[in-house]
C-alpha cells in the first residue's frame, strides 16, 4: 500500500538535548494536523523515549532519521541512527524498550547499513468527521429535521431570535 504524501514526515537531524523537545513539538503538531488527537500524548512520549536513548547511548552529534507513517489504520514511528549497539528490553521493565512497548501495539528494531532502527506502530483508524454520519431516523421511521427560519432584518430584529423547532415529517 502507498501512503499518501501528506501522511508522511521525515527529518534528518544531529542529536542534542534541546533538539528532543523541538521535534516532540513538530511531530505534535504533525499529528493533529493528521487529525490523530488522541495519539498525541503517547507518540510523543515515545519518541521522547527513543530520541533520549540515542542522546545517552550513542551520544551527542550523531546523525538521526524520524520517520511517521500513517496508512490511515496503522501509525507507524522510527528512530534510525548511526550506531551499530542494538538496544536491549531489560528483564526489570524499567527500561526505554519496556515503556515503547507499554505504549505501543507493536514494536521492533533492525540492523541497518548505517546503524540501526527502532520502530514502533500504534492502531490509529482514520477518523470519520461528523458530517458523514446521516442521523438516526426516530421510532416509526420518521425522519428528524428542522423546519426553515425566517431571519428578521435589522428593523425588526429584536432581543429574542427565532429558534428551529423540530418537525417530525
Known sequence: MTVPLDRHYLVEFQVSAERVSQLRRIIAAHLRHWSLELHVR??????????????RHVGDDNNCVVELRWSGRHLTVSVADNSAEMPRLLGNGGGGLSRIMALSDSWGTCRTTEGKVVWFTRYAKEPRTADMVPPAPLPGGREFCRAPVAVPDAATATTASPKAAPVLV
Open 42 to 55: 503517547p507518540v510523543c512520549r515515545g519518541v521522547e523515549e527513543l530520541l533520549t536513548n540515542v542522546h
